[in-house]
């Protein structure tokens, strides 16, 4: 069983609040990718770390920001959460010295801003 | 043309029948396969990896096709559970390979 972790799970919020999505794992996985997704519709990868001090953005333009101040945590974070922000968050990793190496999910933040 | 393309169907078929889902890719340098299974509101979660061979985890059979740049999933003796959406991930080539993910096909499976 995969050991990603997000919390929290549901969040509601109020426009124009600052929130931090967190995600941790403890698989020593180097890369590590935020994706969202709204119901019955495809991943967008946000942003994707290949490690300490790496992070790049995604295909999807967000307004969010991420950090990789350690290998095991990539945070996600909304400065100013808008009603537009609302769907659900997904953190994956996956190791990338081993060959063919699956990516593993956490559970999902799933958000919305009122 | 569109990296990975799936049928999103819906697929809609009786308990115990047998599916089959394909994937196309367009990268031939494509190096990594996986089918996920996605629940309505939940993440993906790993199904199998795809490996050159062909494998098979019980009633599930994937295979690759470098040659027509397809990957393929068998679904035998459907169960109600198996009603899903299938998604199709391929993996580039070197260290900063690039994961694209398909939109998924859909299956019901129906009493």
């Known amino acids: 069983e995969a050991d990603i972790y997000q919390t929290p799970r549901y969040l509601v919020i109020g426009t124009g609040k600052k929130i931090t999505l967190e995600c941790s794992q403890t698989?020593?996985?180097?890369?590590m990718y935020w994706y969202q997704q709204d119901p019955g519709m495809e991943l967008h990868l946000i942003h994707y770390?290949?490690?300490?001090?790496?992070?790049e953005k995604g295909d999807l333009s967000s307004e969010s920001t991420v950090s990789r101040i350690r290998t095991e945590h990539f945070p996600l974070t909304l400065e100013s959460a808008r009603p537009s922000h609302t769907s659900q968050y997904l953190c994956?990793?996956?190791?990338?010295?081993?060959?063919?190496?699956?990516?593993?999910f956490g559970n999902g933040t799933r958000l919305t801003v009122t | 043309r569109k990296e990975v393309e799936q049928d999103p169907g819906p697929f809609n078929v009786p308990e115990g029948a047998t599916v089959a889902f394909n994937c196309t890719y367009s990268n031939s340098a494509s190096q990594s396969f996986f089918w996920y299974r996605q629940d309505c509101r939940k993440e993906p979660k790993l199904l199998m990896s795809?490996?050159?061979?062909?494998n098979e985890d019980g009633r599930f059979t994937a295979q690759l096709n470098r040659a027509s740049q397809y990957i393929s999933l068998l679904i035998r003796d459907s169960k109600l559970s198996d009603s899903a959406t299938y998604l199709c991930v391929v993996n580039g080539a070197g260290n900063n390979r690039k994961l694209i993910w398909g939109l998924g096909t859909s299956l019901a499976v129906n009493p």
């Open positions: 994956a990793s996956t190791s990338l010295t081993e060959l063919n190496s699956p990516l593993h």
């Open positions: 770390s290949y490690g300490v001090n790496s992070t």
């Open positions: 795809v490996y050159s061979s062909g």
């Open positions: 698989m020593g996985h180097d890369k």
